[in-house]
C-alpha cells in the first residue's frame, strides 16, 4: 500500500489528515459540529480560535494569523447573526459585520498560498452571486453551501405560557440536523471541486403553523399569530 503524498493538489481531503484545517466559529452551532466530525474522523492539526483571540473583521488581524498559522484547508462558518427581529432592526450593523468577515478571511486565504480549498457557508436567507477564482493551481475556492434555517424552540425550556408566532403560520420552512450538515461539509470538503452553489437540506418542508402546533402537543400552550410580521 503506497504512502499519501499530501503536497499532491489532488489528494482528497480525508486523505489529508495531518493537514492544519482552520474551522472559523468552532463554538458555534455549526461550527462546533464540524469540529467533533473531524475530530472523530482523526483529523490531527485542527486550527481554532475564539473571537477574542482573532477578530475577523480585522483584516490586520486575519493576515497575521494566515501567515502564521498558514492552513491547508479553511471552513468559514463565522457570522454575525440573528433572528428576523435582530436582522431587520440592525441591516446596516450584520451586513457589515459580515462582508468584513467573509472578504478579510476568503481574499487572505486566495493570497496566503497554502490555502488548498475553502468551503463558505452562507444562509437561506440570503442568495448572493459570487465567483470564486481558482487560489493556486490544483487549489479550490468552493462556491457557498446553503444551510437550511437553525431554529429552535425557546418556550418549552423557559416555560413560558404562551407563545407569539410571527406571521400567518403560512411560510415553509425546512429543517436539518446539524450533524448531518457537519456530515454535507465533510463530504464536500473532500468530494467537491465545481465552483457552483450547493444547497443543503432534508428536502422536506413544512408550514411555520403546522411546526407550531407539532411543538405545541408535547405541552400545552397558547398560541397567537401576529399578521404584524
Known amino acids: 500500500m503506497g504512502t499519501v503524498n499530501a503536497a499532491d493538489p489532488h489528494t482528497s481531503f480525508l486523505a489529508d489528515k495531518d493537514a492544519k484545517v482552520f474551522v472559523a466559529d468552532h463554538r458555534g452551532l455549526v461550527g462546533s459540529a464540524i469540529l467533533r466530525r473531524l475530530l472523530s474522523l482523526g483529523f490531527t492539526s485542527i486550527v481554532v480560535r475564539t473571537h477574542v483571540e482573532l477578530d475577523l473583521t480585522c ?12 492552513p491547508r484547508y479553511v471552513v468559514l462558518a463565522a457570522a454575525k447573526v440573528g433572528g428576523i ?17 467573509q472578504t478579510n478571511v476568503i481574499d487572505t486565504a486566495l ?28 487549489a479550490l475556492l468552493s462556491g457557498p453551501l446553503k444551510p437550511t434555517n437553525e431554529w429552535f424552540h425557546k418556550a418549552k425550556a423557559s416555560d413560558a405560557p404562551e407563545v407569539v408566532v410571527w406571521g400567518s403560520g403560512s ?16 463530504f464536500l470538503m473532500d468530494q467537491y471541486s465545481r465552483l457552483e452553489h450547493v444547497n443543503m437540506g432534508s428536502g422536506s ?25
Open 111 to 138: 493570497r496566503c498560498g497554502s490555502v488548498r480549498k475553502l468551503l463558505f457557508l452562507g444562509s437561506s436567507c440570503i442568495y448572493p452571486k459570487f465567483t470564486p477564482q481558482p487560489i493556486t493551481e490544483g
Open 59 to 70: 483584516q490586520a488581524d486575519v493576515e497575521a494569523f494566515f501567515t502564521a498559522e498558514r
Open 205 to 229: 418542508e413544512v408550514t411555520i403553523k403546522e411546526l407550531a402546533e407539532l411543538v405545541e402537543e408535547s405541552r400545552p400552550l397558547t398560541l397567537y399569530y401576529d399578521e404584524f410580521w
Open 171 to 186: 411560510p415553509l420552512r425546512e429543517f436539518l440536523h446539524v450533524n448531518d450538515l457537519a456530515d454535507g461539509v465533510i
Open 85 to 101: 427581529h435582530a436582522n431587520s432592526t440592525f441591516l446596516t450593523d450584520f451586513i457589515a459585520a459580515n462582508l468584513q468577515i
